[in-house]
């Protein structure tokens, strides 16, 4: 039995082909998750580099609990986390909250990108 297939008779109109449009709260979600899991790479690069003897800490106050071990640091990035982006979500329906937190992403790829120098140096 021959299958027969028919071609539409006209292509879809340019409407069909945009991108469905995703609500702020959704791309601030996304935006803050993406935050999150740059932060726990910068945790593990930074508890990893102060092992190895490597590092010098900028940052004075994470420098200050460094001394106390892991367990302190993850503790103090923990809450600045989610302090920030408790603050963020608390504001996300404004446009400049959604501008602000895209922008701390480019900050932390950007960090992601010197530990990525950092450990090919060593």
């Known amino acids: 039995m021959a299958t027969h297939f028919s071609m539409p008779h006209s292509l879809p109109s340019a409407a069909d ?27 593990w690069f930074t508890v990893l580099a102060d092992t190895l003897g490597a590092l010098f800490e900028l940052n004075p106050f994470a420098r200050w609990i460094l ?25 996300r329906h404004c446009r400049l909250a959604e501008i602000g937190t895209w922008f701390i992403v480019a900050i932390n790829v950007g ?12």
Do not use: E
Not at 21 to 41: D, H, K, Q, T, Y
Not at 114 to 121: A, K
């Open 17 to 43: 082909w945009t991108l469905p449009v995703i609500s702020r709260s959704r791309r601030i979600v996304i935006a803050l998750g993406m935050v999150w899991l740059l932060n726990g790479f910068d945790l």
């Open 67 to 91: 001394p106390y071990g892991m367990g302190a640091i993850t503790v103090y990035k923990l809450a600045a986390l989610t302090v920030g982006t408790g603050l963020i979500w608390r504001s």
């Open 111 to 122: 960090l992601a990108l010197r530990w990525h120098q950092f450990y090919q140096m060593l």
